[in-house]
């Protein structure tokens, strides 16, 4: 889960919340309010999340780095 990474994003569409993670983490998803988080995508950290529609974009310093 989320316990052993730092959170630097948030952002919702329907009913799934995603968090971008530091360092060796990457994008967690959760589907009911956050009480459990899976991995959707492992990589660089992503500083910054946003959704547009049902399409999630992550990004960081290098730009969008991955995109639904």
């Given amino acids: 889960g989320l316990w052993n990474y730092n959170i630097l994003s948030l952002t919702a569409s329907g009913g799934n919340i995603f968090a971008a993670t530091s360092i060796g983490g990457g994008i967690f998803r959760s589907t009911n309010d956050g009480a459990d988080w899976i991995a959707v995508f492992s990589g660089p950290y992503f500083s910054d999340l946003a959704t547009i529609g049902s399409n999630l974009f992550a990004g960081n ?4 780095v991955y995109s639904t």
Avoid: D, F, L, R
Avoid at 61 to 64: E, I, L, N, P, T
């Fill in 61 to 64: 310093a290098s730009g969008v």
